[in-house]
């Protein structure tokens, strides 16, 4: 038995409070990084401390003896799960959340309050829930819930109707509410110890359901948020300021930060989305990215628990390979991240444009065409003068089109040099007889330009799904595979789908890094998004075939103008064929090793990820959700 004070307390409790357990805990030594640690990452799992532990205790939550232990728990090939007999019991559970300072959160679903089979039923609770439901700020805040419910399986969706149905489905069972490293080293060995499914939720933004799973343990990154300046870090390959952010800070809180400081940081254009989370580890467009690359091409160093336990820094120089692999070969997959160390740049002023234009009286559909075409032509200028812009051009009815730039965030611009660039543009528009009435502002630093041009979006739609393509400069380059590509987008738009798109270009910074970002990013001129949806009342073998003909007819049309491009892992289809090749490109190989090293027993799993064509999820409703057992294929 273990001394009865480090049940009570938990080996992290004692260790916050400085006793004698303190001692073996509190990790004094600074990182290798090149910055101190962040007080959250001095309080580490030791050998010492679980060594306190009876041996029948410790078995849950050692670490991985070796790198070739591949021994590990499973209930016939699968991830064990809630109900089978291998699954934990509740004195485990009680002995994990004890060690853990009493951070585990068992999963109730975000809405139960709209549900009467619920304790937490509350009518008035509900209703708020309700009218909240696509403000990502609720999603972020809980452990466990993400923000599109239909990956997760829609199992406890907001509702009027009190007796229907709602289950913990594809949430995770339990969430670990993490403020220090040794709550993710236990979580971790205990998982795989355990044979658990283990998932990474930070803001819960990703589009395809990585950061839940049913039956799954969850580590829960979103109140890990400290932010550190260094003025002077240093690296073989840099020499200048940076900013080291925990892995729960969130755009909006590291670009008021960086502001603070007289800097900019390297964020993306969602205000919510994690920063150190899913974001930089899957790449990460920026409204700077036309002149900065992208966000992962700025991490310098990252701290990180690995599937084996232990705690590792992560740089250039101390693990070469990983600091290639982690840094844009995917969120969950790697290891858990606790704090990234990131270049920043200097203030720089943006103008922000908006405007929209549409078919009207004396806009036939043909008109608006001829004023998309000449935008689109432009994209090599646009992008090349540094500048990112996010439009939307949707059907709003037979030959009816609106298109909505929204905004256009010319970096390095003043609105002199803006309305310079744009005016080719404009003047074509006007020829056509399109009126249009832009908004221009000019402002003198990042933070403000970009809280003025990108409004909070709305999320958690259920009766949606996405897919995307980069599509690469090759296809501005001849008259022809301009038109096809053009052609493509049309068609698309035409047949009632939306195009939510950015013009930008991500060219690896000279100097910097090389990293393992999609190939298809440093080439590209366009992402380009669009969409499928149904009615709410949809049964499941129409969403399947709602979704399979978006993505074998729909997304198809895109892949033909450019078969060696790819897509972007962190805002695709879940489905995309070949999605090695698609998110990864030729990086693929090179990472599966590294999965293969680091990760051998796949303790992290994620739909689409790499090394995930070696599992299965078995969904409950046959949709490519994340409500079903994990088994090996
Ligand atoms: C409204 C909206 C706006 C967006 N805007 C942009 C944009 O401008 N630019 C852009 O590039 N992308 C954008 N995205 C996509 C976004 O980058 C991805 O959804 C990204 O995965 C979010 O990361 P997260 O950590 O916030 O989310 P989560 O869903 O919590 O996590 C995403 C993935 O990362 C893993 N992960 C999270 N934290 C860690 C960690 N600490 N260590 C290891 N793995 C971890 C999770 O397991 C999961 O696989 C946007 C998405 C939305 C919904
Ligand atoms: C420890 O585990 C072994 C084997 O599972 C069991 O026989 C023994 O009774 C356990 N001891 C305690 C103290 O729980
Ligand atoms: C690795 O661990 C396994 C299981 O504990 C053990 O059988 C094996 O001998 C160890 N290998 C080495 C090289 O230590
Ligand atoms: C409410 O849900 C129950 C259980 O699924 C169902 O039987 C009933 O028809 C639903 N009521 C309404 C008004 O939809
Ligand atoms: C998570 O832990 C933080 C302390 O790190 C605490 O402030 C917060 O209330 C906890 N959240 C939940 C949902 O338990
Ligand atoms: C259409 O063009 C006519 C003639 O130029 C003009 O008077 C009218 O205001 C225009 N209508 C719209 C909706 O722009
Ligand atoms: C901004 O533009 C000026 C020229 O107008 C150029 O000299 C400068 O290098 C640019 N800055 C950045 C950060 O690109
Ligand atoms: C113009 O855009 C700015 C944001 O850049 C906004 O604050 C302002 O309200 C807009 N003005 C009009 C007239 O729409
Ligand atoms: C491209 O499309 C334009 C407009 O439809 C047409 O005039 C031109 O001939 C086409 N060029 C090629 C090479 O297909
Ligand atoms: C589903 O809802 C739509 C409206 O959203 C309605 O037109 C349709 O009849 C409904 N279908 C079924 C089968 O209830």
Not at 28 to 44: D, N, R
Not at 355 to 363: A, D
Not at 387 to 397: D, E, I, K, R
């Amino acid at each position: 038995m273990a001394p009865r004070s480090l049940i009570a307390g938990g080996l992290v409790a004692l260790a916050a409070t400085g006793d004698a357990l303190a001692t073996v805990q509190r990790v004094s030594t600074g990182s290798t990084s090149g910055a101190a640690f962040f007080e959250s990452e001095t309080l580490q799992l030791t050998e010492a401390s679980l060594s306190q532990l009876s041996e029948n205790q410790s078995a849950w939550f050692d670490f991985a003896k070796n790198d070739s232990d591949l021994h590990t728990r499973s209930f016939g090939g699968c991830k064990v799960f809630p109900g089978d007999w291998l699954w934990p019991s509740e004195w485990v559970w009680r002995l994990f959340d004890e060690l853990l300072g009493g951070a585990l959160i068992k999963t109730v679903p975000l809405a139960a309050s709209c549900y009467s089979s619920w304790p937490e039923y509350d009518a008035n609770e509900c209703e708020t829930l309700t009218s909240e439901w696509t403000n990502s700020n609720i999603h972020a805040a809980d452990p466990a819930s993400v923000m599109w419910p239909l990956f997760e399986g829609r199992t406890c969706l907001p509702t009027t109707n009190a007796s229907a149905s709602c289950t913990v489905g594809g949430y995770s069972s339990y969430a670990v509410n993490v403020s220090n490293v040794a709550q993710i080293q236990l979580a971790v060995n205990f998982a795989r110890n355990a044979g658990l499914r283990l998932v990474v939720k930070n803001t819960g933004h990703d589009f395809n359901g990585k950061s839940t799973g049913a039956g799954a343990l969850g580590i829960w990154t979103h109140n890990l948020k400290e932010i550190d300046y260094i003025e002077n870090y240093r690296s073989p390959s840099y020499q200048g300021p940076a900013v080291k952010l925990g892995a729960g800070v969130q755009a909006y809180e590291i670009y008021e930060k960086a502001n603070e400081l007289g800097f900019t940081a390297i964020g993306g254009e969602g205000k919510t989305v994690g920063v150190a989370g899913g974001y930089v580890l899957g790449g990460g467009h920026s409204p700077m990215s036309s002149i900065y690359g992208l966000a992962a091409d700025h991490v310098l160093a990252l701290e990180v628990v690995l599937a084996n336990g232990r705690f590792m820094t992560v740089t250039e120089e101390s693990n070469p390979d990983l600091f290639w692999a982690i840094r844009g070969g995917g969120g969950g997959t790697f290891g858990v991240v606790t704090s990234v160390i990131s270049r920043v740049q200097p203030k720089v002023g943006v103008t922000v444009s908006t405007f929209t234009f549409s078919t009207g009286t004396n806009v036939s559909a043909d008109t608006f065409w001829a004023g998309v075409r000449s935008y689109m032509k432009r994209f090599p200028a646009h992008a090349n003068a540094g500048t990112y812009a996010y439009f939307w051009v949707l059907s709003t009815g037979t030959d009816s089109f609106t298109f909505m730039m929204n905004p256009f965030f010319a970096v390095n611009h003043t609105l002199a040099q803006y309305n310079a660039l744009i005016k080719p543009w404009y003047n074509d528009l006007k020829a056509l007889g399109i009126s249009f009435t832009p908004n221009s502002t000019y402002y003198d630093n990042f933070y403000d330009a970009w809280n003025a041009g990108f409004p909070l979006e709305t999320v958690a739609s259920s009766v949606m799904m996405t897919g995307s393509r980069l599509f690469p400069r090759e296809n501005w380059e001849t008259a022809s595979s301009f038109n096809a590509t053009f052609n493509a987008l049309h068609e698309t738009v035409a047949n009632g789908y939306s195009l939510l798109a950015f013009n930008v270009k991500a060219e690896l910074p000279d100097g910097y890094t090389p990293n393992s970002a999609n190939p298809a990013f440093r080439n590209t001129l366009l992402h380009a998004i669009t969409s499928t949806s149904w009615d709410a009342n949809a049964t499941n073998s129409e969403i399947k075939s709602k979704m399979e003909d978006f993505t074998n007819n729909v997304l198809d049309k895109w892949r033909a103008t450019c078969p060696d491009a790819g897509a972007y892992m962190s805002e695709s289809d879940i489905l995309e064929p070949n999605f090695q090749q698609a998110f990864y490109g030729s990086n693929y190989a090179r990472l599966y090793k590294l999965k293969q090293r680091y990760d051998p027993t796949g303790l992290f799993y994620v739909p689409t990820g790499v090394g995930s064509e070696n599992w299965v999820v078995k969904s409950e409703d046959g949709l490519p959700d994340q409500n079903g057992r994990l088994c090996r294929v």
